[in-house]
């Protein structure tokens, strides 16, 4: 099992937004942001208050994760590209 953790830092006007929202507006914005970029969404209990330095968001990823077929996340963290 690996831990995939990722921070993401805003432009600070959108800091400052994110920021005024609780956290399951803040979760719904954040995972919205990590469709655009077209990564798996953390679990809303792992996205972490903001902070000046940007949003932390983890989860868990394991060797046989995806259909069974093997993660390509879990291979790239364990092996490369």
């Known amino acids: 099992m690996l831990e995939v953790v990722v921070r993401i830092e805003y432009e600070p006007a959108r800091m400052k937004r994110l920021m005024d929202m ?6 719904k914005n954040v995972r919205r942001d990590f469709s655009l970029l077209k ?3 953390p679990p809303e209990g792992n996205i972490r208050e903001p902070t ?8 868990e990823t ?20």
């Open 22 to 27: 609780d956290m399951k507006s803040l979760a």
């Open 39 to 41: 990564l798996d969404h």
């Open 52 to 59: 000046a330095y940007g949003i932390v968001a983890s989860w």
């Open 62 to 81: 394991h060797k046989h994760s995806v259909c069974g077929h093997g993660n390509p996340v879990h291979h790239i963290l364990t092996f490369g590209a």
